[in-house]
């Protein structure tokens, strides 16, 4: 008899929602655990990391909370961000630490255009559409390069900086990764976004890395556009889209209007990676932690779920996250949606079709 395949994960619930929404995702994990006939289980550890942590400890994670993950199989994680600690504190305390720290350079973000949903995309070829945004995820505007005060100019005439940071090698591996992703997909074409006529040193860079690389592929469609003109081309003519690959900042804009075209920003998944898997990847919705609806069991559960799908997909389960992705379609097409889709359900009656939809 094989033996039965444990995959450790470590789960970061978070701040607001993130709690609700992963609580979700972990009862869908349950679900194929117990449907696997013992080929495999999943053994979480939870680490309470996050907003009402850093007003307790003072910082968002532990010290060493960074080696504390490197030893799992994948993170789960849920949202970033709550009243009471700046937006910057807690967004560069966990979620950027975590990315950085263990170098998930690559943060895949498909947009689906789920059946039932209603869009806010007009398009006679809406269904058809399927993109994937691929965020470059370690440097870029995220570089944490700049300062505040150095000219010790007082209140009223302050000073800050905040340098964005392009290395070759940084370009070159994201932009190569989105190329391999095209080559295994229908159409085959790479758009690439930057300001490069407006950030005449990084983003040309950028430009520079694409051309060249593109040369090795010469079975891939490529295309380059700016980004302010990239996001009327999102609602202009979508049809043209499918893999698209922009730097930490601009994709992350990008992908937040892409899900919004979709629906709604609360069925968006994503994957931060380590492509080389030297260190665990992790798996989250694109939203955030929502404080607003926090605490009402009204979240929309399906971006993080079909993070769950990702993260089966990224532990070698790809029949299960194949299941996965056809139950979350199934459940929409059904007219299950949450206040957000215009729909009436709550979170748990999300999931709960959702796993009814698999045991079918
Ligand atoms: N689940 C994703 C999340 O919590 N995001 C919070 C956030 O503010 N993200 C901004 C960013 O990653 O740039």
Known sequence: MSESKKFRLAVIPGDGIGKEVVREGLRVLDFFEQNSGGKYSFESDFFPWGCEYYLEHGKMMDEDGVDKLRDYDAIYFGAV????????????GLRIAICQGLDQWANIRPVEFLPGVPRRLNHPEADKL?????????????????????????????????????TEHGCERIIRYAFDLARTRKRKKVTSVTKSNAQQFGMVLWDEVFEHVSKEYPDVETDQ?????????????????????????????????????????????????????????????VHGSAPD?????????????????????????????????????????QGYLTRDLGGTHNTEEITDAIIDNLGK
């Open 81 to 92: 961000g709550f009243p009471g600690v700046p937006d910057h504190v807690s967004l560069w």
């Open 130 to 166: 399927n993109w994937v945004l691929i965020r470059e995820n370690s440097e870029g505007e995220y570089s944490g390069v700049g300062g505040r005060n150095f000219t010790g100019r007082g209140p009223g005439k302050e000073v800050a900086v905040q340098s964005s940071l392009f």
């Open 225 to 285: 556009w700016l980004v302010d003109a990239m996001a009327a081309q999102f609602v202009l003519r979508p049809e043209e889209l499918e893999v698209v690959v922009a730097s930490n900042l601009f994709a992350d804009i990008l992908s937040d209007l892409g899900s919004a075209l979709s629906g709604s920003l609360g069925i968006a998944a994503s994957a931060n990676l380590n492509p080389e898997r030297r260190t665990p990847s992790m798996f989250e919705s």
């Open 293 to 333: 609806i926090a605490g009402k069991g009204i979240a929309n559960p399906i971006g993080t779920i079909g993070s769950a799908a990702l993260m089966l997909d990224h532990l070698g389960l790809q029949e299960e996250a194949e299941q996965l992705n056809q139950a979350i379609r199934e459940t929409t097409r």
